[in-house]
Protein backbone atom coordinates (compact mmCIF):
# COMPACT_ATOMS: atom_id res chain seq x y z
CA UNK A 1 0.00 0.00 0.00
CA UNK A 2 1.23 3.21 -1.11
CA UNK A 3 1.12 5.95 1.92
CA UNK A 4 1.36 9.53 0.84
CA UNK A 5 0.39 12.77 2.80
CA UNK A 6 0.58 16.19 1.93
CA UNK A 7 0.56 19.78 3.35
CA UNK A 8 0.33 22.67 2.01
CA UNK A 9 0.31 26.39 4.12
CA UNK A 10 -0.50 29.44 2.98
CA UNK A 11 0.77 31.63 5.09
CA UNK A 12 2.65 35.42 5.14
CA UNK A 13 5.91 34.67 7.05
CA UNK A 14 9.44 36.32 6.48
CA UNK A 15 11.91 34.54 5.32
CA UNK A 16 13.43 33.46 8.67
CA UNK A 17 10.04 31.84 9.55
CA UNK A 18 9.36 30.35 6.63
CA UNK A 19 12.25 27.38 6.63
CA UNK A 20 10.67 26.64 10.15
CA UNK A 21 7.49 26.66 9.06
CA UNK A 22 8.14 23.91 6.77
CA UNK A 23 9.84 21.76 9.27
CA UNK A 24 6.27 22.07 11.46
CA UNK A 25 4.78 20.80 8.52
CA UNK A 26 6.77 17.65 8.42
CA UNK A 27 6.39 17.29 12.07
CA UNK A 28 2.49 16.63 11.23
CA UNK A 29 2.76 14.75 8.12
CA UNK A 30 4.96 12.18 10.42
CA UNK A 31 2.92 11.95 13.12
CA UNK A 32 0.85 8.98 11.08
CA UNK A 33 4.25 6.95 11.35
CA UNK A 34 4.85 7.43 14.89
CA UNK A 35 7.60 9.88 14.32
CA UNK A 36 8.46 12.20 16.97
CA UNK A 37 10.23 15.22 14.58
CA UNK A 38 12.93 16.94 15.31
CA UNK A 39 15.72 18.39 12.58
CA UNK A 40 18.13 16.58 14.39
CA UNK A 41 16.84 13.19 13.11
CA UNK A 42 17.66 14.83 9.86
CA UNK A 43 20.91 13.20 7.91
CA UNK A 44 21.76 14.81 4.25
CA UNK A 45 21.96 12.25 1.39
CA UNK A 46 25.15 13.08 -1.56
CA UNK A 47 24.00 15.99 -3.25
CA UNK A 48 22.12 17.73 0.40
CA UNK A 49 18.77 15.81 0.03
CA UNK A 50 17.44 15.32 3.70
CA UNK A 51 16.33 11.88 4.72
CA UNK A 52 15.53 10.17 7.85
CA UNK A 53 18.59 7.98 8.63
CA UNK A 54 16.57 5.66 10.90
CA UNK A 55 13.24 5.08 8.65
CA UNK A 56 14.01 4.03 5.41
CA UNK A 57 10.27 3.43 4.71
CA UNK A 58 9.64 7.06 4.61
CA UNK A 59 10.59 9.83 2.33
CA UNK A 60 9.45 13.57 2.47
CA UNK A 61 10.56 16.75 1.04
CA UNK A 62 9.88 20.08 1.52
CA UNK A 63 9.63 23.30 0.10
CA UNK A 64 8.56 27.13 0.92
CA UNK A 65 8.45 30.73 -0.95
CA UNK A 66 6.92 33.81 -0.13
CA UNK A 67 3.23 33.38 1.22
CA UNK A 68 3.28 29.56 1.10
CA UNK A 69 4.96 26.03 2.50
CA UNK A 70 4.57 22.56 1.25
CA UNK A 71 5.40 19.20 2.61
CA UNK A 72 5.49 16.00 1.46
CA UNK A 73 5.80 12.61 2.95
CA UNK A 74 5.39 9.01 1.20
CA UNK A 75 6.90 5.65 1.29
CA UNK A 76 8.31 6.48 -1.88
CA UNK A 77 11.43 9.13 -3.72
CA UNK A 78 9.48 12.39 -3.49
CA UNK A 79 9.90 15.42 -4.44
CA UNK A 80 8.00 18.77 -3.84
CA UNK A 81 8.36 21.97 -4.97
CA UNK A 82 6.03 25.82 -4.28
CA UNK A 83 6.00 28.86 -6.01
CA UNK A 84 4.07 32.49 -5.62
CA UNK A 85 3.63 33.15 -9.50
CA UNK A 86 5.54 36.38 -10.77
CA UNK A 87 7.30 37.84 -13.84
CA UNK A 88 8.03 35.13 -16.38
CA UNK A 89 11.38 34.52 -16.66
CA UNK A 90 13.06 34.24 -20.28
CA UNK A 91 16.34 33.84 -19.96
CA UNK A 92 15.63 30.58 -17.10
CA UNK A 93 13.11 29.49 -19.86
CA UNK A 94 16.06 29.23 -22.51
CA UNK A 95 18.58 27.59 -19.47
CA UNK A 96 16.46 25.02 -18.27
CA UNK A 97 13.17 24.13 -20.43
CA UNK A 98 12.88 22.02 -23.49
CA UNK A 99 12.45 23.21 -27.18
CA UNK A 100 8.97 21.42 -27.01
CA UNK A 101 8.26 23.31 -23.20
CA UNK A 102 10.04 26.86 -24.57
CA UNK A 103 7.57 26.51 -27.88
CA UNK A 104 4.63 26.30 -25.50
CA UNK A 105 5.95 29.33 -23.48
CA UNK A 106 5.47 31.66 -27.04
CA UNK A 107 1.98 29.58 -28.05
CA UNK A 108 0.35 30.74 -25.01
CA UNK A 109 -1.16 34.28 -24.81
CA UNK A 110 0.96 36.76 -22.81
CA UNK A 111 -2.08 36.97 -19.92
CA UNK A 112 -1.18 33.25 -19.14
CA UNK A 113 2.68 33.24 -19.61
CA UNK A 114 3.54 33.75 -15.98
CA UNK A 115 1.80 31.14 -14.92
CA UNK A 116 2.66 28.64 -17.28
CA UNK A 117 6.08 29.40 -16.89
CA UNK A 118 6.04 28.33 -13.13
CA UNK A 119 3.58 25.28 -13.65
CA UNK A 120 6.86 24.08 -15.65
CA UNK A 121 9.25 25.53 -13.27
CA UNK A 122 7.38 23.51 -10.34
CA UNK A 123 7.33 20.54 -11.69
CA UNK A 124 11.28 20.21 -13.11
CA UNK A 125 12.13 21.49 -9.27
CA UNK A 126 9.81 18.77 -7.71
CA UNK A 127 11.63 16.25 -10.12
CA UNK A 128 15.27 16.87 -9.54
CA UNK A 129 14.53 17.20 -5.44
CA UNK A 130 12.61 13.86 -6.06
CA UNK A 131 15.88 12.20 -7.57
CA UNK A 132 17.73 14.04 -4.72
CA UNK A 133 20.26 16.13 -7.59
CA UNK A 134 18.96 19.36 -6.81
CA UNK A 135 19.99 21.95 -9.73
CA UNK A 136 22.76 20.07 -10.40
CA UNK A 137 20.43 18.12 -12.76
CA UNK A 138 20.46 19.34 -16.38
CA UNK A 139 16.72 20.53 -16.41
CA UNK A 140 16.14 20.90 -19.93
CA UNK A 141 16.84 16.90 -20.61
CA UNK A 142 13.45 16.41 -18.83
CA UNK A 143 10.50 17.96 -20.51
CA UNK A 144 6.23 17.90 -19.61
CA UNK A 145 3.16 18.81 -21.28
CA UNK A 146 -0.55 18.97 -20.08
CA UNK A 147 -3.21 17.37 -21.96
CA UNK A 148 -6.51 16.56 -20.87
CA UNK A 149 -6.08 17.29 -17.31
CA UNK A 150 -2.89 15.26 -17.25
CA UNK A 151 0.74 15.67 -16.95
CA UNK A 152 3.23 13.56 -19.04
CA UNK A 153 6.89 13.84 -18.56
CA UNK A 154 9.52 12.57 -20.65
CA UNK A 155 11.12 10.59 -17.72
CA UNK A 156 9.45 7.37 -17.28
CA UNK A 157 8.40 5.81 -13.88
CA UNK A 158 7.23 9.07 -12.18
CA UNK A 159 4.12 10.05 -11.27
CA UNK A 160 2.82 14.14 -11.21
CA UNK A 161 0.65 16.37 -9.43
CA UNK A 162 -0.15 19.68 -9.45
CA UNK A 163 -2.35 22.67 -7.49
CA UNK A 164 -3.05 25.66 -8.69
CA UNK A 165 -4.04 27.80 -5.55
CA UNK A 166 -5.69 31.56 -5.25
CA UNK A 167 -6.80 31.36 -8.62
CA UNK A 168 -3.03 30.71 -9.88
CA UNK A 169 -1.72 33.03 -7.33
CA UNK A 170 0.84 29.53 -6.53
CA UNK A 171 1.56 26.72 -7.75
CA UNK A 172 2.48 23.61 -5.90
CA UNK A 173 3.93 20.45 -8.03
CA UNK A 174 4.25 17.02 -6.39
CA UNK A 175 6.49 14.16 -8.19
CA UNK A 176 6.75 10.94 -6.62
CA UNK A 177 8.55 7.20 -8.33
CA UNK A 178 5.86 5.35 -9.42
CA UNK A 179 7.69 1.96 -8.19
CA UNK A 180 10.72 1.10 -6.13
Known amino acids: MVMFMLMISLIRLDKNKQHSHAHNLLGECLKPYNIAYSEDLLTLGEHGKPFLAQRDDVRFNLSHADGIAACIVSDRECGIDCEKVRGYRPNAA??????????????????????LFFRLWTLKE???????RGISYPMNTVGFSF????????????????????????VV????????
Open 94 to 115: RRVFTPEEQAMLGAVPESGRDL
Open 126 to 132: AFVKALG
Open 147 to 170: ADGYISCTEQGWRFRQYILRGGEF
Open 173 to 180: SVCERVSG
